[in-house]
């Protein structure tokens, strides 16, 4: 069974300090991976996706096959980076829409 | 574009009744996607409907059924309601084509209570 571990509820850390956020997976072959973001008062969207290999505000997430990781990291975190964090899976090659979410980091950056 | 817009966004139920969410997805989006999020939990993939047809289901019981109209909007209804079924119910679209690249776009979601 797939399963995404984030081992953080609460992370907080100073304004301008490194951040990272914790996922591990388990999954028998290759998922895709995701990050998925929900600000305050906001929906649930997507932040970034490791196929893409892309960095979306100031964060990348880089994945670790050997240790089944995918952590989320942004060098100098910023105020307006508080938010709750997702982290998920989906089976390869067209796994539709069925993603396993972990159950979040709440971030939160402080003056 | 309003988005993904769901309805109702509180209703409270007692335990055996039958309760039925919306959902309509953003516009030009043809994927519709239920998932269920208890308190303090990640959003859990509840199924997925796609040309008006169940593709894709995740571990729920029968009680959990769905539709998806020709417009792709699409319903959630939960029969014999449980204690535990209390929870956020989130819609998720997609838009054609984009299966690939497992970008969902979420509502606001239905926060069911049961007493």
């Known amino acids: 069974a797939q399963r995404v571990t984030q081992p953080e509820k609460l992370l907080s850390v100073f304004k301008g300090a490194p951040v990272e956020l914790k996922c591990n997976y388990s999954y028998s072959g290759s998922p895709e991976l995701f990050w998925y973001v929900q600000y305050s008062r906001q929906r649930l969207q997507l932040l970034l996706r490791h196929i893409s290999r892309e960095s979306i505000k100031g964060f990348t997430a880089d994945l670790n096959k050997g240790e089944t990781s995918f952590h989320l990291k942004k060098p100098f975190a910023q105020e307006e980076d508080s938010a709750m964090y997702y982290c998920?899976?989906?089976?390869?090659?067209?796994?539709?829409?069925?993603?396993?979410f972990g159950t979040g980091t709440q971030l939160k950056v402080e003056l | 574009d309003a988005g993904v817009t769901q309805s109702p966004t509180h209703l409270i139920k007692t335990r055996g009744q039958q309760v039925t969410l919306r959902c309509s997805p953003k516009?030009?989006?043809?994927?519709v996607s239920w998932y269920q999020q208890a308190l303090g939990q990640g959003p859990q993939f509840i199924f997925q409907?796609?040309?008006?047809?169940?593709?894709q289901r995740g571990n729920f019981p029968d009680r959990f059924s769905g539709h998806q109209f020709p417009n792709y909007s699409s319903e959630l209804n939960v029969n014999a309601l449980l204690l535990g079924d209390s929870a956020l119910y989130l819609c998720?679209?997609?838009?054609?084509?984009?299966?690939?690249?497992?970008?969902?776009?979420f509502g606001e979601g239905s926060r069911l209570t049961v007493l």
């Open positions: 516009s030009g989006h043809d994927t």
């Open positions: 409907y796609y040309e008006e047809e169940e593709r």
């Open positions: 998720a679209s997609s838009a054609p084509g984009t299966g690939r690249t497992g970008e969902l776009f």
């Open positions: 998920a899976i989906r089976p390869p090659a067209g796994g539709g829409n069925k993603l396993t």
